[in-house]
């Protein structure tokens, strides 16, 4: 009887020692929250029990807490880059509307033909650049939607990209640049979405025609398995291109915003092949800004044709 009285006290008393434990646990992890909500910091709640049902708690209320702190950071990064937008925005819409009012005006005071024909001209340039503008604004927030997916079919991507260069034609000779071009002789069958891919072409030379100074070209090729595409341009002396963020939107290198895009041409492009299962990358190499695509080419449209051969054979 003595023993069991004996080991009934050390149990009982081992049972108080550990309830101890917990409420002090629990006390010192109720401080640590309070804190924790009414200042912002980085603490997390600590364990000092030897009891795993206690550290489990912690370790699963910290993880809590550090996805709330992720989402809160989450959210007022968001809120910033929306603020920046809506900056960015403003201005790119705001300079050629305030561009439009004055010609208007200039139109209703002058009376010769020839200034009217000269101001109409320059009121069609802008607007036509005002829509491009808002294009460029529905394309970029189409892509934002996660589930936006685009139609694909069997095209042959070298026709496509061919005759989308060749419509740059006046703006070459306008530039007086004779752009260096390197494209193969035979088809690229790929599986794309053709006015998507014409878009990025689009956007990709655009963007060497407004910053390439001398230089400009592009090369079309198959490479293990793919199509490659590549477009680059000269750089401005003294230029920076912080290559990590050219896809980003709003990126510019002109910081002073001085051009009339948005600065959303190539994320959208960038949207627009990887919806098309390509990669695009960027590069300064040699003082030439170059960027690339990779498309893979379709084995189904490539047998296809080989058996369209085989039979005209």
Known sequence: MIIWAIIS??????????????????????????????????????AEVPYKEINEMVSRMNDICNKYQEEKIAIERNENNLKEAIANLSHDIRTPLTSLDGYVQLLVMTDSQEEKEHYLQIISNRISSLKELLEELFTYTKMQDQSYELSVVPMDGRQCICETVLSFYEDFETRGLTPEVTFCEEDLPIVANEVALCRVVQNLVKNALVHGQKRLGMTL????????????????????????????????????????STGLGLAIAKGLIERMNGTITAEVK?????????????????SEKERNVEKDH
């Open 9 to 46: 006290t050390v149990i009982a008393i081992t049972l108080l020692i550990a309830l101890a434990h917990y409420r002090s646990q629990i006390k010192k992890n109720c401080q640590q929250l309070e804190v924790m909500q009414s200042h912002t910091t980085n603490q997390r709640l600590t």
């Open 221 to 260: 090729e198959k490479q293990d398995g793919n199509l490659h595409f590549t477009c680059f341009n000269d750089k401005k002396p003294g230029e920076v291109i912080e290559v990590d963020q050219i896809f980003d939107r709003f990126y510019k290198g002109d910081k002073a915003r001085t051009s009339t």
């Open 286 to 302: 040699d003082e030439l800004f170059v960027i690339e695509f990779l498309l893979p080419l379709s084995e189904k449209a490539v």
